[in-house]
């Protein structure tokens, strides 16, 4: 006669394990057409260090999206000049037409926000310096301006 508990001790563990490989795959599967989806799994999966990781996305040739994780790219420290508290019905795009900044620009003075979900009381910055080497006196740091991209001539 046949141990069914023996049996039931192999049968489980190995359902459970191919329960979990299709939902890897079928997560995968999804992620590599739907580059919202991908971006926001990176997004997810980033940790904090200092430094910004460059993710490329591009198309394989099956017309799927692939996200590439690049070398780490050296993130100036910010030191903010003006803030805003969010009000009632802004967004991240509300908020830099309103001060004038490009949405470039106010995503590059606020590198940490999560442009989907601002809440009211959230404490933006609408304008920054940067630490940099400047012509002030050799061997310094200055704070220097940064000009918005929309600003320059």
């Not at 192999?10 to 599967?29: E, G, K, N, Y």
């Not at 980033?46 to 780490?72: C, H, I, M, Q």
Request: glycine share 8%.
């Amino acid at each position: 006669m046949a141990n069914h508990g023996a049996a039931a001790i192999i049968l489980i563990p190995s359902l459970l394990m191919a329960v979990a490989l299709s939902r890897v795959d079928a997560r995968l599967t999804a992620m590599r057409h739907n580059v919202a989806a991908a971006l926001r799994w990176a997004k997810a999966s980033v940790r904090p260090t200092g430094r910004s990781t460059r993710l490329t996305v591009r198309r394989d040739a099956n017309g799927g999206y692939l996200l590439e994780k690049g070398a780490p790219v050296p993130v100036p420290e910010l030191t903010c000049n003006k803030v805003h508290g969010v009000q009632a019905g802004e967004t991240c795009s509300s908020v830099a037409q309103g001060s004038g900044l490009s949405q470039d620009d106010f995503l590059g003075f606020n590198p940490n926000i999560n442009y989907e979900k601002m809440f009211i009381g959230h404490w933006v910055c609408l304008e920054a310096t940067s630490a940099r080497l400047s012509a002030c006196m050799p061997g310094l740091i200055c704070a220097a301006p940064l000009v918005p991209a929309s600003r320059r001539r």
